[in-house]
């Protein structure tokens, strides 16, 4: 299987901060990757897919990039409800895997 | 709009088995992928398979080999998940979520709402 890992497994910051959260595949993904926000009892929510593109609804503020098998999501500035876990996955191979996440928090 | 609602949570004791179904409307059930996800507690997620339910194929993730069984009644636009031996390693939210109307591997655009399953004695 694909191994993510996801860099940090918390992050704390403050509301209007600009924060990324990044991925690092085990092998070549092309751009197959996607990002998820959670919230405490709730379903994952798909925020960017293939890397960079944004998912209908979602923000402007989230944006995703790619440089080689190294992904990350930035939000630009920090809103109050941003603060959650957040999900990579890659869907390169038919089996997907995901990091571990990253619990964003505020400080 | 998109749904899927999945059933309720459930308690099972070790060595039997369960079954999570995930009712879909608002979309053409026989048109996307179905995908099943895992998440023990304070854990991350993990990809258990999918489904195509236009014609039932199934692929498994190597580690649920034997032991996982995905099925569909397009009848009624559901899709199950059926997941036997258990232990308490298998306590874990389960979703299903939608895949692509293409590719039997893609991102997720809607999730059910999950379906708690606890193991124990």
């Known amino acids: 299987d694909i191994q993510m890992t996801q860099s940090p497994s918390t992050l704390s910051a403050s509301v209007g901060d600009r924060v990324t959260i990044t991925c690092r595949a085990s092998?070549?993904?092309?751009?197959?990757l996607a990002w998820y926000q959670q919230k405490p009892g709730q379903a994952p929510n798909l925020l960017i897919y293939r890397a960079s593109s944004l998912q209908t609804g979602v923000p402007s503020r989230f944006s995703g990039s790619a440089s080689g098998t190294e992904f990350s999501l930035t939000i630009s500035s920090l809103q109050p409800d941003d603060f959650a876990m957040y999900h990579c996955q890659q869907y390169y191979s038919y089996s997907a895997t995901f990091g571990q996440g990253t619990k964003l928090e505020i400080k | 709009q998109v749904q899927l609602v999945q059933s309720g949570a459930e308690l099972k004791k070790p060595g039997a088995s369960v079954e999570v179904s995930c009712k879909a409307s608002g979309f053409s059930f026989t048109g996307y992928y179905m995908h099943w996800v895992r998440q023990a507690p304070g854990q991350g997620l993990e990809w258990m398979g999918r489904i195509n339910p236009n014609n039932g194929d199934t692929k498994y993730a190597q580690k649920f080999q034997g032991r996982v069984t995905m099925t569909r009644d397009t009848s009624i636009t559901t899709a199950y998940m059926e997941l036997s031996k258990l232990t308490s390693d298998d306590t874990a939210v389960y979703y299903c979520a939608r895949g692509d109307i293409e590719y039997s591997t893609s991102s997720y655009d809607y999730w059910g709402q999950g379906a708690l399953v606890t193991v124990s004695s």
């Open positions: 092998q070549s993904i092309s751009n197959w």
